[in-house]
């Protein structure tokens, strides 16, 4: 599967954004989907995962109460809805696929990988 992730940009803290990753293929309902973050000078970070279905989803600490994942496997594409932005939140963002299981929090379990997309928080 190969992942496009867009919707990055500039925001103030408090403010809201979503960013989308669209997927090719016709297996994407086969795959759990997870995305990811690494901000500057930091480690990647996992950020929230979502089951085959989008029924369930699962998130880091960090971001519970604030960030919403989700999936639309008639469009093959996940989004990430984020809110309450805080400069802290400032990464470039990736979202990545696997097959073996949910909740993958480790960035080795997922095989598959965007290209990733800054989101830059100012205070």
């Known amino acids: 599967v190969q992942l496009q992730a867009s919707g990055g940009g500039l925001v103030q803290a408090g403010d809201s954004l979503t960013l989308s990753c669209a997927a090719s293929?016709?297996?994407?309902?086969?795959?759990?989907m997870g995305w990811f973050r690494q901000g500057p000078g930091k480690e990647r970070e996992f950020v929230a995962a979502i089951n085959r279905s989008g029924s369930m989803t699962y998130y880091t600490d960090t971001v519970k109460g604030r960030f919403t994942m989700s999936r639309d496997n008639a469009r093959n594409t996940v989004s990430l809805q984020m809110n309450s932005l805080k400069p802290e939140d400032t990464a470039v963002y990736y979202c990545?696929?696997?097959?073996?299981?949910?909740?993958?929090?480790?960035?080795?379990?997922?095989?598959?990988w965007g290209q990733g997309t800054q989101v830059t928080v100012s205070s």
């Open positions: 293929g016709r297996t994407f309902s086969s795959y759990y």
């Open positions: 990545a696929a696997t097959t073996s299981y949910y909740p993958a929090t480790s960035g080795r379990t997922y095989a598959f």
